[in-house]
């Protein structure tokens, strides 16, 4: 559940296309689950969140998938746009640590136009 | 609603200097801030967690005379990186949390540290 120092791996998709966006958590514990967008040199901005009571949550244009069988996340990008080209994180909850949240590896991703 | 702040977006100290970075939430009490650094490329790790009118805690492996944390005010807390080094380097981002219940938190847009 802690995050790691890894490289970002890199996502590249067409402008219009759908973009999906994986992301493994490791404690199954976790029981909250964020999406965030970080630009170059600014902070996370908050995407779109789910509980571990539910499978699917659709917002605008964004869906997040839970799978908690294998400790899955997914967000899928509908119509991917210029302005989605950011890193994603996904960021877990671990319920006894007093709501810190722990972020993955993150997913570069850029929108060819 | 729910905006953070941070001061300043960018610093360059030289080595072996203090540098405090202020982290503050505009339009609602913090109860509890989070400090991050993330190197380039990389994801965000926690650092500490700051409770208004407690001692931080600090995850492993961080030091907690190194980087000093202070929540003085509901609205206020300070991380300052006491002699740094060029590898203190970094991009250091804060968080708010509103309320003990709410897992909600509001991310300020970074400051860049540059340790010469």
């Known amino acids: 559940g802690e995050s790691v120092g890894l490289h970002l791996p890199t996502l590249s998709v067409q402008e219009g296309d759908n973009s999906i966006i994986n992301c493994a958590y490791s404690n199954s514990a976790s029981d909250y689950f964020i999406w965030y967008k970080q630009e170059s040199g600014k902070g996370p901005q908050f995407i779109i969140d789910i509980r571990s009571n539910m499978d699917k949550r659709q917002g605008q244009r964004v869906t997040v998938l839970l799978n908690k069988t294998v400790k899955h996340l997914s967000l899928q990008i509908a119509a991917t746009q210029p302005g989605d080209s950011a890193v994603y994180f996904c960021a877990e909850n671990l319920e006894n640590t007093g709501n810190q949240f722990y972020f993955g590896t993150g997913t570069s991703l850029t929108v060819i136009p | ?116």
């Open chain 2, 1 to 116: 609603g729910a905006v953070v702040s941070q001061h300043p977006s960018r610093v360059i100290c030289k080595s072996g200097t203090s540098v405090k970075i202020e982290c503050r939430s505009l339009d609602f009490q913090a109860t509890t801030m989070f400090w991050y650094r993330q190197f380039p490329k990389q994801s965000l790790m926690l650092m500490a967690t700051s409770n208004e009118g407690s001692k931080a805690t600090y995850e492993q492996g961080v030091e907690k005379d190194k980087f000093l944390i202070n929540h003085a005010s509901l609205t206020l807390s300070t991380l300052t990186v006491t002699s740094a080094h060029p590898e203190d380097s970094s991009f250091y981002i804060c968080s708010a949390r509103a309320s003990q219940t709410s897992s909600e938190q509001y991310f300020g847009p970074g400051t860049r540290l540059t340790v010469t």
